[in-house]
Nanobody, 126 residues
Framework: QVQLVESGGGLVQAGGSLRLSCAAS????????MGWFRQAVGPERDFVAV????????YYSDSVKGRFTISRDNRKNTVYLQMNSLKPEDTAVYYC???????????????????WGQGTQVTVSS
C-alpha cells in the first residue's frame, strides 16, 4: 500500500504560481512512477504530468507544457508540481497518483495508477 497526501492548493490570480506537493508513505516511493491529474467540474479526470521512477523522464499534457514542471525527491518521498502562468482554465482539483512505472505502463490513463491522493483544490481567478 502507498498513501498519498497532496498539499499546496489554493486561490491565485491568473498569471500567478503555485507549487503542489504530494507526500508518500508506505512502500518504497522510488519504485513507482508518479503522475498528476486534474478534475474540473464533471466526471473526467485528465492527465497533467508524469515522472519516471528515477525522475529522469517527464511528460506533460499539451495544455500545461511549458508552464508546469513535475519533479520528485526520492529521499523525501515527495513529488511536486510547479505551476506557473496559471490560467482560469487550470481551476480544478489536482490529484497525485502512483503507478508501476515500468515499460508497459499506461501513464496517460487514470487506469494506469494504483494509488491516489485525496486531491487539492486549485482555483485561478481572472
Amino acid at each position: 500500500q502507498v498513501q498519498l497526501v497532496e498539499s499546496g492548493g489554493g486561490l491565485v490570480q491568473a498569471g500567478g504560481s503555485l507549487r503542489l506537493s504530494c507526500a508518500a508513505s508506505g512502500r518504497t516511493f522510488s519504485g513507482y512512477g508518479m503522475g498528476w491529474f486534474r478534475q474540473a467540474v464533471g466526471p473526467e479526470r485528465d492527465f497533467v504530468a508524469v515522472i519516471s521512477r528515477s525522475g529522469g523522464i517527464a511528460y506533460y499534457s499539451d495544455s500545461v507544457k511549458g508552464r508546469f514542471t513535475i519533479s520528485r525527491d526520492n529521499r523525501k518521498n515527495t513529488v511536486y508540481l510547479q505551476m506557473n502562468s496559471l490560467k482560469p482554465e487550470d481551476t480544478a482539483v489536482y490529484y497525485c497518483a502512483a503507478g508501476p512505472g515500468d515499460s508497459n505502463w499506461e501513464w496517460r490513463s487514470k487506469l494506469g495508477y494504483n494509488y491516489w491522493g485525496q486531491g487539492t483544490q486549485v482555483t485561478v481567478s481572472s
